[in-house]
Nanobody, 122 residues
Framework: QVQLVESGGGSVQAGGSLRLSCAAT????????MGWFRQAPGKEREFVAA????????YYADSGKGRFTISRGNATNTVYLQMNSLKPEDTAVYYC???????????????WGQGTQVTVSS
């Protein structure tokens, strides 16, 4: 069984930056495609970014293009989300997700993290 452990959330002023991390632990025998989603209070969860298991392809929601960067770490099955020029509307709980099959922007990932809070103040 695989678990996803997220870190890096916190509070920042508008225009600031945060870097989220997600590490897959447990039985990580497969290579995992990974994604980031977020859920703001009173809103549905939405796609933020995704990356293939090789790191060769990345995908972004329009809301994060040019500001967010998803990347893989040197360690197997670790993914980062660098968020720059943060806006108050980026405030949400951010979730990491993983699946050995390519899911892309959908929420059909088989494994999810517990979420990490990001708060951006104006």
């Amino acid at each position: 069984q695989v678990q996803l452990v997220e870190s890096g959330g916190g509070s920042v002023q508008a225009g600031g930056s945060l870097r989220l991390s997600c590490a897959a632990t447990g039985r990580t025998g497969s290579d995992w495609n990974m994604g980031w989603f977020r859920q703001a209070p009173g809103k549905e969860r939405e796609f933020v970014a995704a990356i293939t298991w090789s790191g060769g392809s990345t995908y972004y929601a329009d809301s994060g293009k040019g500001r967010f960067t998803i990347s893989r770490g040197n360690a197997t099955n670790t993914v980062y989300l660098q968020m720059n020029s943060l806006k108050p509307e980026d405030t949400a709980v951010y979730y990491c997700a993983a699946d050995p099959l390519w899911v892309g922007t959908d929420e059909d990932y088989g494994t999810w993290g517990q979420g990490t809070q990001v708060t951006v103040s104006s």
